[in-house]
C-alpha cells in the first residue's frame, strides 16, 4: 500500500526570505540541502548577559556585495556548536532561534552566526529548516519571488521594495 503524501509546496535553489524578528525584510539565501543547519552572515558578535540568560548583538549586511547598509539585531543564544565549514575547518557558533519568513508563510528555524563575508551568499537554509515543508527544485530560484530593483547613486542595481511573484 502506498503512502499517500501531502503536496508541499516548491522552492528553488537560491530565494528572498525575510527574518522578521531581527528586522531583515529580505535577504538572498541559498537553499542547501547538503547543510544540516542554517547559517547567517553576521559580524560584531558580541555575547552578552541579560538577567542572567547569554544573549548575543551582531550585525548583518543585508545586501549580497554591499557593505553600507547594515542591521543591528539582538537574539539569545540558544546553543553554542561546533560546525564545519565547507573549507572543513569545525568552529564554535553562536546558536539562535528566529522567525524565517518565505512564500507567505513563517517559522521559527536555527540559525548558526559566522562570518561569511567570503561565501556567496549571506545566508543557508539548511535541511532542518525545510524538511517536512518544502519540496526543491534544484534547478530553479525564485519561486516567492523577486525584490524590485532601483538604480543606486552608483549606476548599479540594487533590491528595494517588496518580492514580486514569478521565478527564474
Known amino acids: 500500500m502506498e503512502k499517500t503524501r501531502r503536496a508541499l509546496p516548491t522552492i528553488g535553489w537560491r530565494e528572498w526570505v525575510g527574518l522578521p524578528d531581527l528586522g531583515i525584510a529580505q535577504i538572498k539565501a541559498k537553499v542547501d540541502t547538503g547543510a544540516r543547519s542554517s547559517s547567517l552572515h553576521a559580524f560584531d558578535i558580541e555575547p552578552f548577559q541579560?538577567?542572567?540568560?547569554?544573549?548575543?548583538?551582531?550585525?548583518?549586511?543585508p545586501v549580497q556585495r554591499d557593505t553600507a547598509e547594515a542591521v543591528t539585531a539582538e537574539a539569545k543564544i540558544l546553543d553554542?556548536?561546533?560546525?564545519?565549514?565547507?573549507?572543513?575547518r569545525a568552529a564554535m557558533r553562536p546558536v539562535i532561534s528566529t522567525r524565517v519568513a518565505l512564500l507567505g508563510?513563517?517559522?521559527?528555524?536555527?540559525l548558526t552566526l559566522a562570518n561569511r563575508d567570503a561565501m556567496g551568499?549571506?545566508?543557508l537554509l539548511g535541511r532542518q529548516a525545510i524538511r517536512s515543508r518544502f519540496l526543491v527544485d534544484a534547478g530553479g530560484s525564485y519561486y516567492g519571488g523577486r525584490p524590485a530593483r532601483k538604480k543606486t547613486a552608483e549606476g548599479r542595481r540594487a533590491p528595494a521594495g517588496k518580492p514580486r511573484g514569478g521565478s527564474g
Request: net charge positive; proline share 3%; charged share 35%.
Open 105 to 110: 508563510v513563517t517559522w521559527p528555524i536555527e
Open 121 to 123: 551568499f549571506r545566508m
Open 80 to 88: 553554542r556548536r561546533s560546525v564545519r565549514s565547507s573549507s572543513g
Open 50 to 61: 541579560r538577567d542572567g540568560v547569554d544573549w548575543v548583538r551582531f550585525r548583518v549586511h
